[in-house]
């Protein structure tokens, strides 16, 4: 089975060509890297875990090519998994989507061998597109990786509907161990506050942070669920950083934070992007 995309169109180009113009922009752009991922990709494989915004491109889509240009330098991981949040509140706790994915650039391949083992591995996940079937969260995530990678990249999707620091310390978990014979890189799908004033956004996101630069998993996720931050993507950062920790990180590296005030001008009401590297 195929997933066809939902948010093309709204969320970034419908059409290969604009798509790929747009992503370009978004590394070359005034708020980008500066630079495109071009020629061969590193061979370090350093990167545990990485964050990387899920908004609009023309509002995300600059920080989110600081995560990618940092991955194509990094090398090619044998295996990418991909943790997003439910918006919809639909499907499973944990939702492992076995199908391919279609974008305007091609279709991303699910990496079948390593997802079976996730759901065989793991007590709460378990093979469900239906989370998946209106979440953007991982399918924005899904063009930069083709774009740097090639466009039959492989992949897993997982959809944390379940932000309980259980299940996402469950699959932080899972995921290392499975990494001990696999070469695994793990994408955090997440945007930070939204629609505060751009100062409130940022003390409270770098607040939230300091927890990461502890590499405190737990204490991130309780202190963005006890004050009500509206980080969409907190599970499956804590998450990311369970694996990353397991897996021997000592580095928390915030590579870019914008807000859509950078881009709309209004900073009354913003949502707040960050790229971040785990190393």
Sequence with gaps: MTRMPVVAGRFYEGKEDLLTKRIENCFLGNLGPGKLPEGNPGT?????????????????????????????????????VVLGPNHTGMGA?????????????????????????IVEENEFAVNDCIAHSNEHSIEVQVPFLQYIFGPDINFIPICITDQSYSVCESIGLTLAKLAENEDILVIASSDFTHFETAESAKMKDNQAMEYLELFDPEGFLNFVQKHRISICGAGPIAAAMVFAKERGAVQFNLLKYTTSGDISGDNNSVVAYVAATII
């Design 93 to 117: 706790r944990l939702a492992v989507c076995n199908d391919d994915w279609e974008t305007p650039l091609g279709k991303a391949i699910f990496d079948s061998g390593l997802g079976a083992a």
């Design 44 to 80: 370090s494989r350093n990167l545990k875990a990485v964050i990387a915004p899920h908004a609009g491109y023309v509002y995300s889509g600059m920080p989110a090519a600081h995560t990618y240009l940092n991955i194509f330098e990094d090398g090619r991981p044998d295996h990418i």
